[in-house]
């Protein structure tokens, strides 16, 4: 079965438009049952996007999360550094400022990405992202994700996948 590995939009889009905490109370229920039961992570990189705001999803997280939710990003060192690797050879398709922001060792989506590559037959990378390849000024989790043969999905699909509804 796959562990599926959850980008900061997943918790951030759910909270701001499309499941509002005080109105899709269900949603909310199910992604606890899901953490509880290691069917959802994620890592640290993205646990400080959605602390970084004193807000109700950071109060959520806190409280409904187990602590061993956010994975340390130590642990796939080996495997961002293939990521980054991959992103540079991509220097004459991406813009400079591109590359910089994925690379930076604070944003979330290369070591989400490296989370999925070091488990790549048990990892679904979990983004809102959608696949961009020819934009040149942002790389995209699911351009990464397909070049690297690690599989992505958005929120919808991952509950077709893991066979729930709420």
């Known amino acids: 079965m796959s562990v599926y590995v959850v980008d900061s ?4 889009e759910a909270h701001r438009s499309t499941y509002p905490l005080d ?13 509880i039961d290691g069917k959802i992570i994620s890592i640290d990189k993205v646990k400080n996007e959605i602390y970084k ?8 997280c806190t409280d409904n999360l187990p602590h061993t939710f956010f994975e340390n990003t130590s642990i796939v060192v080996p495997e961002y550094s293939r990521i980054a690797t991959w992103a540079v050879s991509r220097n004459d398709h991406y813009l400079p400022n591109a590359l910089a ?19 790549i037959n048990e990892r679904t990378i979990v983004t809102h ?15 990464v994700c397909i070049a690297n043969g690690i599989t992505y ?14």
């Open 9 to 12: 939009n997943f918790f951030i």
């Open 23 to 35: 109105v899709a109370v269900s949603f909310w229920n199910k992604i606890k049952e899901l953490a």
């Open 53 to 60: 705001n004193e807000d109700d999803l950071k109060s959520w």
């Open 101 to 119: 922001e994925f690379l930076d060792a604070e944003e979330a989506d290369a070591w989400l990405i490296a989370h999925g590559l070091a488990n």
């Open 129 to 143: 992202e959608l696949s961009d390849p020819k934009r040149r000024n942002k790389i995209k989790i699911p351009d």
């Open 153 to 166: 999905s958005n929120t919808i699909e991952m509950f077709r996948r893991l066979g729930e509804r709420f």
